[in-house]
């Protein structure tokens, strides 16, 4: 049995519909357990699947909680996993699979691979992600036997996770009768959980499988990343989140001396961008939750630090202008 997990907040009715009806399109003719995670959504997603007529293969099931973010409603998911599931898929609730997505991820696993991923459409992007990205070449990794379309990863996923992330969630199916423990980090609401959750499969040795075809479709919807605009508060959260991400991973792997640079550079960068953000934020007008300014400080005392250079590198730009 296939199990997909569903994490649901929309404000807008009718997203989640067609979500589930891709999943009922499925090709596979396995037992499909979806469970769909109601993480306190303004439109219920029980008023969403009244009209929806759903086959006997398919189970559906609803579970409500408090507003706890993706990651905590995937982790509900999880830890509500029935025993006789195989494999666990992503789904998001403004997403869609093309109809031949699990059989090509039950394909790959069932030749013992442990991590499943495929190409996919952005929003509103006629250009898959694979191709927009280019930071992965397909002709590096190993063609899995019998499917022209599937190929073994070939490389170091820690480091293509930190330099170039190409792993979408709502492609990822992985066996998780052989890692039924692994977790998202709750904490991180806005950025980062994901990529942490990838990496514990890599720290552990998993065996990286992916689809060079696009086979999910990128919706529009509640979303942390398209939502978190310049001057806006969900941005700053969203910084945040990336540089608490970015300086746990070491935390959950050993890291090369050149990814220690990387990350580095990047952490820097994070800083530069959150002060940046806060006086867009500030300048509009708007007051700041004083909690995010401690939590910022609590969790990252440097950032004050990059205030200076920050400072430094405007009042040089406005000097060049000026000559």
Not at 60 to 78: D, E, K, S, T, Y
Not at 273 to 288: E, H, M, P
Request: aromatic share 10%; glycine share 6%.
């Amino acid at each position: 049995m296939i199990t997909t997990i569903i994490p649901y907040y929309q404000r807008k009715p009718g997203i989640l519909g067609r979500a589930v009806r891709s999943v009922i399109k499925q090709s596979l003719p396995e037992r499909i357990d979806l469970i769909i995670v109601d993480d306190e959504s303004p439109v219920p997603a029980g008023n969403e699947l009244q009209e929806i007529d759903v086959p006997d293969r398919i189970s559906v099931r609803v579970i409500r909680q408090l507003c706890g973010g993706p990651g905590a409603a995937r982790n509900a998911g999880l830890d509500n996993t029935s025993e006789e599931t195989r494999y666990v898929a992503f789904l998001d609730s403004d997403d869609e699979w093309t109809e031949d997505h699990l059989e090509n991820a039950v394909i790959a696993l069932d030749h013992g691979y442990d991590f499943y991923f495929a190409d996919f459409y952005q929003l509103h992007q006629t250009v898959s992600a694979f191709a927009r990205a280019g930071r992965i070449d397909v002709a590096k990794h190993e063609r899995v036997r019998g499917a022209q379309h599937l190929f073994a990863y070939a490389g170091d996923m820690v480091n293509q996770i930190i330099t170039g992330n190409i792993i979408g969630t709502s492609t990822v199916v992985f066996n998780f009768r052989k890692f039924p423990e692994i977790r998202f980090r709750e904490h991180l609401r806005f950025a980062g959980e994901d990529y942490l959750f990838w990496m514990e499969f890599a720290r552990r040795g998993a065996r990286f499988v992916f689809s060079s075809r696009p086979e999910a479709i990128y919706g529009a919807g509640v979303n942390v990343y398209s939502g978190a605009r310049f001057g806006s508060l969900e941005l700053l959260r969203r910084i945040q989140n990336e540089l608490e991400y970015r300086k746990a991973t070491d935390e959950v792997v050993a890291l090369t001396e050149a990814q220690k640079k990387f990350l580095k550079t990047k952490i820097a960068e994070l800083r530069e961008n959150f002060l940046r953000a806060l006086f867009q934020y500030v300048v509009g007008a708007k007051k700041v939750p004083a909690s995010l300014i401690l939590l910022q400080l609590r969790q990252d005392p440097a950032t004050m630090f990059a205030l200076p250079k920050l400072i430094g590198r405007v009042a040089t730009r406005l000097w060049r202008q000026k000559g």
